[in-house]
């Protein structure tokens, strides 16, 4: 699990997008702490409806519909989690995490060729920052774009090699490429790292089929197991 900051609060998040949430005074605008505090004990309506409030009292507050938004994510509402992000990015929110948690969103509703934009601008913003670099590598893969997912990938787990689902990623990345070597190096490294860590020890399995014929077409239908 991922820890993600919203001022003093402390939430965790799955680790398979490395969203974070934040915001205050780097932002030049703090937001209403009590909505914040819903939001930090997970309590999405309450956080939403108090956030509403909020933006009915001050409807240039563009931290509070970044806030919104991610709140309406959490509840499974996409199409308003984008729309308050793009109100909060017209309101001059200039925040990497808001543009990486767009991508994250518009990757959730399938929009890939704009969750890459948007992913390469969070990776821009803030280069040292793997989660950015993760999620590029992600949509590159499901789009097909190889190598630059795997360029995507090694950077991120250079800045922060503790990443087991950075290192099954980059394993599917290679065995798509037809690079069963170094996938099978890859995914062996990590079952021996992390035995509990499950989807590397079925990728070797479906590696093995492969190799051995018993699983045929295209590498990226061969089922290699993603992160968890």
């Keep these: 699990m991922t820890t993600v900051t919203i001022a003093a609060i402390t939430l965790q998040w799955p680790a398979i997008s490395f969203a974070r949430l ?14 914040d505090y819903y939001l930090g004990m997970e309590d999405y309506p309450r956080a939403i409806r108090q956030h509403q409030i909020v933006i009915e ?3 240039d507050e563009a931290l509070a519909y970044y806030h919104l938004g991610f709140a309406y994510g959490m509840i ?4 308003r989690e984008l729309d308050d992000y793009q109100k909060a990015i017209a309101l001059g929110l200039n925040n990497w995490e808001l543009f990486l948690n767009l991508g994250l969103a518009y990757m959730e509703a399938g929009r890939l060729d704009s969750a890459r934009a948007v992913l390469r601008m ?3 913003m803030a280069p040292s920052q793997p989660q950015s670099h993760y999620n590029l590598a992600l949509v590159y893969e499901r789009q097909g774009m190889l190598e630059k997912a795997e360029q995507e990938m090694l950077l991120s787990l250079r800045l922060d090699p503790n990443q087991n689902d950075a ?11 037809g690079d069963y070597e170094r ?22 399995a479906i590696l093995k089929r492969v190799e051995q014929g ?3 077409g295209p590498p990226r239908l061969r089922g290699f197991a993603q992160a968890q």
């Design 76 to 79: 499974g509402d996409h199409q």
């Design 22 to 35: 934040s915001g205050g005074p780097s932002d030049n605008q703090v937001c209403d702490p009590l909505a």
């Design 214 to 216: 018993e699983i045929k």
């Design 167 to 177: 290192r099954n990623e980059l394993g599917v990345i290679y065995a798509e490429e």
């Design 57 to 59: 009292r001050h409807h």
């Design 183 to 204: 996938a099978h190096r890859e995914w062996a490294d990590l079952a021996a790292s992390n035995p509990s860590y499950t989807p590397s020890r079925a990728n070797l």
């Design 122 to 124: 969070a990776a821009l």
